[in-house]
């Protein structure tokens, strides 16, 4: 399935479903996701989180409490500012009440807010991935590959199991690294 270029290089669609491969990936690490809080109900048939906030619930207006979350934030722009780094920062100031979390975003080297995460503001681990991503449409069909490669932003105890679980997929690293 062929998509548009307007697609894949604009803001003009925000809806990028995490590939169910992933997300099996991430119950490997994380167990059963407890909170997605930027999601909608087509990808919640194989997420099954047991909570989930759709565009509608605003979920940068609740608090994040969990045990387990995972985070695909929306892609594109509010006002001049990305959406990836809107959620990544909500994210961030949320992580005192959550004990484990893997966000997706895109790898976009050159952007503050990835660089910012990327140099030390990440207080996990990250997997970069060696291929790109095909993301699920929201009529429940896969894109073609993205443009990008991803990034797996990983938070929790279990960092050794993170990077079995997703070494295969990509380059895995820590904040001990001398690349940051």
């Known amino acids: 399935m062929k998509q548009p270029m307007t697609v894949l290089t604009s803001s003009e ?3 990028w479903y995490t590939p169910k491969e992933i997300i099996f990936r991430v119950r490997q690490v994380i167990g059963p996701i407890e909170l997605d809080p930027a999601s909608a109900s087509l990808p919640q048939r194989y997420i099954d989180a047991d909570r989930y906030y759709t565009i509608q619930d605003d979920g940068l ?3 994040w409490e969990a045990w387990s979350l995972f985070l695909n934030p929306p ?3 509010t006002g001049s500012k990305s959406n990836q780094d809107i959620w990544m920062t909500y994210l961030i100031s949320q992580l005192p009440t959550v004990h484990e ?3 997706l975003t895109k790898t976009v080297p050159g952007y503050v807010w990835w660089d910012t995460l990327f140099r030390g503001r990440w207080p996990g681990e990250l997997c ?3 291929d ?3 993301f699920v449409h929201s009529s429940g069909h896969l894109w073609d590959k993205s443009k990008a490669a991803s990034s797996l932003w990983y938070y929790g105890t279990k960092p050794d199991k993170f990077k079995s679980v997703f070494t295969d997929i990509g380059r895995v690293l820590n904040t ?3 690349y940051r």
Do not use: F, Q, V
Request: with cysteine; proline share 5%.
């Open 13 to 15: 669609s925000n809806e």
């Open 61 to 63: 207006s609740k608090p």
């Open 75 to 77: 892609y594109g722009k």
């Open 101 to 103: 979390c893997i966000a």
């Open 128 to 130: 970069i991935t060696e």
């Open 132 to 134: 790109r991503l095909s």
């Open 176 to 178: 001990g690294d001398k």
